[in-house]
């Protein structure tokens, strides 16, 4: 079976795309870059732009289902960046299965579509945890509209099901971990609110796993068809000991400083007015999203994706963190 893997050069895309190859599909990938990791592997690279809808659709062309994870992440930047790739590219994307026939989509999303102001979620469902309102982010709030749309896309020639994992980690990680060890190292990392909010985590290869478990049961009239789950380690642990437990995997400093929530969304306040106005680079180190997030209790059940494509997580997280440090510190 040919397989389409957006954002195939990704921390979970790459992930993907080696899963598919092991389980002896043909696979391509439609990134904006070239990665030497995809072709080591064997992966077909197809350069384009997913607010391009004759490059993607051209991509497509041939293919009998599509993993769709590419998006444009985080918490800074103009919402005309963030809805080029994550609304128009996602529609693009469902422009290229109806074109071309193609029966199968896996979205990934994230469980900030479900995001409300210090609103704690505990073992939530996606049929329990309403959608957020409000958002003071763009990529939630694209995500959320792309999510829908790719919801509402589901009938009898094309099966969709949206996956949400949460906060994923493990080796080759190229952005929290290597975020989190800087800061810390540099003495600029603090807790908001304590860091005693449980919240859940997913190790990589579970992230992945979950994917082609919702793959290979995803058909037309399926249960998953048309549903979006939330996907983690079903492991909640406190903040501080998850984040203290990722910098020790990579031998860095230890955290216990912290700021109150209330000081923490101030400063995100003002971060969000100056960056624009001074024209600042890179993203600020605090916004009122961000602030929301990590001050915030949110894990999930998993039972829904147990029954209906029988995700479990395979890798604890004290099994990842040992990986995790092997691979950043081999003997």
């Not at 437990?245 to 209330?262: E, K, M, N």
Request: hydrophobic share 40%; with cysteine.
């Amino acid at each position: 079976m040919k397989i389409l893997v957006t954002g195939g050069g990704g921390f979970l895309g790459q992930a993907l795309c080696r899963g598919l190859v092991e389980r002896g599909h043909d696979v391509a990938s439609f990134n904006r870059g070239h990665y030497p990791a995809l072709d080591a592997l064997g992966v077909q690279q197809l350069r384009g732009d997913l607010a391009d809808r004759d490059a993607l659709l051209a991509a497509a062309q041939g293919v009998d289902a599509i993993f769709h994870n590419a998006a444009k992440a985080g918490a800074w930047g103009s919402y005309d960046s963030y809805h080029s790739a994550n609304v128009t590219g996602t529609q693009h994307v469902l422009d290229a299965c109806r074109a071309h026939g193609i029966g199968r989509l896996v979205y990934t999303s994230t469980p900030s579509v479900t995001h409300r102001k210090t609103h704690p979620v505990e073992g939530g469902t996606a049929d329990s945890v309403p959608y957020g309102e409000g958002f003071k982010a763009p990529y939630a709030t694209t995500k959320t509209i792309a999510e829908k749309a790719v919801l509402a896309a589901n009938d009898a020639d094309l099966a969709t099901v949206a996956l949400r994992p949460r906060l994923i980690w493990g080796p080759g990680d190229q952005q929290i971990l290597p975020r989190l060890v800087e800061r810390a190292q540099a003495g600029r990392l603090r807790f908001v609110g304590g860091g005693d909010n449980r919240i859940d985590t997913t190790y990589i290869d579970n992230a992945a796993q979950a994917h082609f478990d919702a793959f290979d049961h995803l058909a037309p009239g399926a249960a998953c068809a048309g549903r979006a789950y939330f996907i983690s380690n079903g492991e909640p642990m406190r903040t501080r000991e998850i984040v203290n437990a990722l910098l020790a995997a990579a031998g860095a400093p230890q955290v216990q400083g912290s700021i109150p929530f209330g000081a923490a969304y101030a400063i995100g306040a003002v971060c969000e007015t100056l960056w624009p106005l001074l024209r600042l680079k890179g993203e600020p180190p605090m916004t009122r999203f961000l602030a929301e997030q990590l001050s915030t209790t949110h894990w999930y059940d998993m039972a829904p994706a147990t029954r209906d494509f029988g995700y479990k997580p395979r890798v604890t997280i004290a099994e990842g963190l040992q990986r995790l440090q092997a691979s950043l510190r081999p003997a």
